[in-house]
């Protein structure tokens, strides 16, 4: 079974004026996400309506049955913070339990790390 990536689609970075569903930076990042992840079985990318972190766009997670989650926000909108995310999410698939040693952690995604909460009690 593939992890989640779940990527906000209404994160924007600039939230001066009125809300534009059309007009934000989650759909071009969850579209550049997808196309780092590519046909990877491992990884199945979810696009959500809102993670509701909206000062910290753009924000992600990433979750599978039995272990731990992990949640990610200020992430850039380009090519490379979706590769930065997508290098995690690697990592976290290969893991048993959800939990990527913290020296194995890409260099950049340190800076966007948000919380890791534990899997549901059984």
Not at 40 to 46: D, K, L, M, T
Request: charge should be neutral.
């Amino acid at each position: 079974m593939p992890v989640e990536l779940s990527v906000c689609t209404s994160c924007r970075l600039d939230r001066s004026g009125p809300y534009d569903a059309e007009k934000t930076d989650g759909k071009p990042f969850a579209a550049l996400v997808e196309t780092e992840v590519g046909e990877e079985s491992a990884i199945a990318v979810r696009r959500i309506g809102c993670l509701l972190q909206c000062t910290l766009a753009c924000s992600a997670g990433l979750t599978a049955p039995g272990k731990w989650s992990y949640a990610f926000a200020g992430l850039p909108p380009t090519a490379e913070g979706a590769a930065l995310l997508t290098a995690f999410a690697r990592l976290y698939a290969e893991s048993e339990d959800g939990v990527v040693p913290f020296a194995r952690w890409p260099q950049g995604i340190r800076a966007h790390f948000n919380a890791r909460l534990p899997p549901m009690s059984k």
